[in-house]
């Protein structure tokens, strides 16, 4: 929809016209020889952020883990993580598909379980059970609400992981988020996990690329799986030179977009049909439960897009609305006044 307030995701940013000028200027090479030297720097840089020996720039947040994935583990064990995860959800079954492994997911609160949830479900070394290999988090968390799962937690659960053999990743797809609401500097978050993926082409507005990380050896064994799975690009520095843009110019402006969202939330709250507590807004994703008289979300989504604003539906009883470096603050008054408008409508007091 043409001239809409797209809250759909931070993914539908279109690159700044100094960002293309960036891809457009971009030294290039063989990625595939490791001669890009665009792509190397936009590694070194990640790698060093996140306090960690090298990166792989790869195409997408889902290559990234799924990667990871394979590279800890082997066909037949098993990756514990929490239930919403997106490695479980929202990546098409890819551990069980590319690597062979299950998920074990435990239902936790808002993104994370807590220890004593872990501790039962490692397995004895008994060959009924799959290998415990992996243990995987998300940070921020999408299906929670954006939430920054806590550190001091992160920190626990990864050092009983440590203990008993296995490795760890984060799904930091949003970790700039929880980095720029924390105040926590990138390798403090990181610290915890043998591998990391960070993306580009969300908060960070690039049209491609994420960058995973770990030790030196996990790199290695990373771009060997990269390249089974058709993930090497040859001259792909015109892109990294977009992420790399995206890092310098556009990390600290997320704290615009947290902002944002939570004067969103906070103007949504009292109106009729939508439950939100504004101060469980922590980052840019704002999580809308409709009350059990309201209609359900596609109802809400096809006004809305009358109105001007895109949104999408975050299971059977939720709106999600995503703010982005493609909206103002116009655009926050645009979709205030148009939930004001919807609302009365499809949810009279």
Avoid at 77 to 92: N, Q
Avoid at 160 to 187: F, K, M, Q, S, V
Avoid at 215 to 226: K, L, N, Q, T
């Amino acid at each position: 929809m043409t001239g809409a307030a797209d809250f759909r995701s931070d993914t539908i940013t279109r690159p700044t016209p100094a960002m293309r000028q960036a891809m457009a200027g971009a030294e290039v090479g063989d990625d595939v020889f490791g001669e890009d030297p665009t792509v190397r720097l936009l590694e070194e840089q990640v790698a060093a952020r996140l306090g960690q020996e090298a990166g792989l720039f790869v195409p997408s947040g889902t290559m990234g883990n799924e990667i990871a994935v394979c590279v800890h583990t082997r066909p037949g064990d098993e990756v514990i993580l929490e239930a919403t995860a997106h490695i479980f959800l929202y990546e098409g079954g890819a551990p069980a598909f590319l690597a062979g492994v299950q998920c074990l997911p435990l239902v936790g609160t808002r993104g994370l379980f807590d220890r004593r949830q872990l501790e039962e479900v490692l397995h004895s070394d008994d060959a009924h059970y799959p290998r415990s290999r992996l243990v995987a988090f998300e940070n921020t968390h999408n299906r929670g609400g954006g939430r920054v799962l806590p550190q001091a937690a992160l920190d626990d659960l990864c050092a009983l992981a440590h203990e008993r053999g296995l490795a760890t990743h984060l799904d930091g797809a949003r970790l700039w988020n929880a980095a720029i609401a924390t105040g926590r500097p990138l390798a403090e978050l990181a610290h915890p996990f043998d591998s990391i993926s960070v993306c580009f082409s969300k908060g960070l507005g690039a049209p491609v690329g994420s960058v995973l990380s770990g030790s030196r050896a996990f790199i290695a064994e990373a771009r060997r799986v990269r390249k089974k799975l058709g993930g090497g690009m040859r001259q792909v520095g015109i892109l990294a030179a977009g992420a790399l843009h995206a890092l310098e110019h556009h990390f600290e402006r997320l704290a615009e977009d947290h902002a944002r969202a939570r004067r969103l939330a906070e103007a949504l709250a009292d109106l009729p049909g939508l439950c939100i507590d504004p101060a469980s807004v922590e980052t840019n994703i704002v999580i809308l439960e409709l009350t059990p008289e309201a209609p359900p979300p596609a109802r809400w989504l096809d006004a809305l897009r009358a109105e001007g604003v895109l949104a999408v539906a975050f299971g059977p009883r939720g709106i999600r609305l995503i703010t982005h470096l493609d909206l103002d603050d116009a655009a926050i008054r645009h979709a205030t006044s148009a939930f004001a408008r919807v609302a009365p409508t499809l949810a009279p007091r």
